[in-house]
Nanobody, 114 residues
């Protein structure tokens, strides 16, 4: 069964931090690139960060230096550590596997208050 379950979102003040988790089924995690996206109301879904099976990472300019993506292959989980959060980071956050680009989880809401 294919599964992506995001968690860890919530309400945080500007400048605060959150750590998101995405638990994936093993068939779409091991050996694949994992990514985090977000979608704010009225905007297109935005790619934030990727991590390859070899732990090579890439970030969008909008989050570079503030967000860190990591993975735990033993737990089939990818994380997004978010620091120095801003109100414009408010969005629903999703993870995605390169094994199945058409599949999205339910997302987790992040709200940053000013």
């Amino acid at each position: 069964q294919v599964q992506l379950v995001e968690s860890g979102g919530g309400l945080v003040q500007s400048g605060g931090s959150l750590r998101l988790s995405c638990a994936a089924s093993g068939t779409i995690f091991k050996g694949y690139t994992m990514s985090w996206y977000r979608q704010a109301p009225g905007k297109q879904r935005e790619l934030l960060a990727t991590i390859t099976r070899g732990d090579t990472t890439n970030y969008a300019d909008s989050v570079k230096g503030r967000f860190t993506i990591s993975r735990d292959n033993a737990k089939n989980t990818v994380y997004l550590q978010m620091n120095s959060l801003k109100p414009e980071d408010t969005a629903v956050y999703y993870c995605r596997s390169s094994a199945m680009y058409a599949y999205w989880g339910q997302g987790t809401q992040v709200t940053v208050s000013s």
